[in-house]
């Protein structure tokens, strides 16, 4: 892969805010040549690109966006619309960092980063993939607003034992149907009232928010469906695990080859080797999520009975192999089946 320095003429790394965007640019040497503050709209958007022509040293311009798909998503459309080359302005090594911070020196060290940098991600499509995302960002949000109600819900049955007694040892599914129907009588104590009330409103949250979870599972189902539908006819694969992995993976072209797949679930294994000793240890870099996606594939692989699984497990148990292991050397062989099936799935 040719250097950054031999194909463009000039870097301007940007650091985006919700009101303001600030750009650096250098020309090919890393040498600084203009900074500029514009409003973070979209004639700010195309008056960076026109100053961007005007004070750069020749026509082959890259950008090194931050924030692409939160305060820079406007300006990344725009650029992209404008036929500009934007790539991923990767988080900077903290050996980098310099003592202080200001939105020029973010915007120089993002450009500079860039320029330094061997290889250089493209940016994550828009569309449905970013459909996709919207939905699983609600979807996370859902499930932990569900989790802390439930957390509250539990914690308030233990009052009184009349109240308590007919839901012990019911499901929690059970115990919120039970007290979303609760009544509040001028019999009942100031406490109990309260206490009804309130197992009656946590209640009705929590069926409320199971149903928007179902929901929204059935729409992810019905996009990975349209977009991706060779992931659900893998086994294991569910429309939220599936959803990950088109996420990560974005489309075609985006990840040079498997191996680079790999490193970005965080399942390509790392020399830990020294003198006499070659062994690996665990890779706990790359995007978790996707990381979670193949582990939810695996274990659901190793205990359903997906007979290559098993017969994976059966040879390397007889290598004396942990579970660990086998299920961290099947989460790296299912990165690479999944990237495969994505790019000749994404191609057709």
Not at 123 to 128: H, T, W
Not at 196 to 222: F, M, P, V, W, Y
Not at 255 to 266: I, K, V
Not at 324 to 335: D, N, P, S, V
């Amino acid at each position: 892969m040719p250097m950054l320095a031999e194909s463009v003429d000039a870097v301007i790394g940007v650091d985006t805010h919700t009101d303001t965007h600030t750009a650096c640019l250098l020309d090919h040497a890393g040498r600084k040549i203009a900074t500029i503050t514009i409003e973070a709209s979209p004639g700010g958007c195309s008056d960076l690109i026109a100053w961007a022509v005007q004070q750069a040293p020749g026509p082959r311009l890259i950008w090194a966006v931050e924030g692409r798909r939160s305060h820079g998503a406007g300006l990344l459309r725009t650029l992209l619309a404008a036929g500009q080359q934007v790539i991923e302005a990767g988080r900077p090594q903290r050996v980098g960092r310099r003592p202080g911070k200001s939105d020029p020196s973010d915007a120089l060290l993002a450009a500079r980063t860039a320029l330094a940098a061997g290889h250089h991600a493209q940016p994550r499509s828009d569309g449905d993939r970013e459909a996709l995302r919207i939905l699983l960002v609600a979807r996370e949000h859902a499930n932990a607003t569900r989790t802390a109600a439930i957390n509250v819900f539990k914690a308030l049955l233990t009052a009184p034992d009349q109240l308590r007694e007919p839901l012990r040892r019911q499901s929690t599914p059970r115990q919120t149907a039970a007290c979303a129907l609760l009544r509040v009588h001028p019999r009942h104590t100031r406490t109990e009232r309260v206490l009804r009330q309130t197992l009656r409103s946590l209640a009705q949250r929590i069926r409320l928010l199971d149903k928007e979870i179902r929901a929204n599972e059935r729409q992810l189902h019905d996009l990975v469906d349209a977009i991706m539908p060779a992931l659900l006819a893998e086994p294991g694969v569910g429309p939220v695990s599936a959803a990950h992995l088109v996420i990560a993976w974005s489309h075609p072209g985006r990840c040079r080859s498997e191996a680079a797949f790999a490193a970005l679930a965080g399942v390509s294994p790392l020399q830990a080797s020294s003198g006499r000793i070659t062994r690996h240890r665990l890779n706990r870099f790359g995007d978790r999520q996707l990381n979670r996606a193949l582990h939810t594939i695996v274990n659901w692989r190793m205990i359903h009975g997906h007979e290559p699984t098993q017969h994976y497990l059966t040879r390397r148990r007889a290598q004396q192999k942990s579970d660990a292991e086998i299920r961290r050397c099947l989460k790296r062989y299912t990165a690479r089946h999944m990237f495969r099936l994505m790019e000749t799935a994404g191609r057709t």
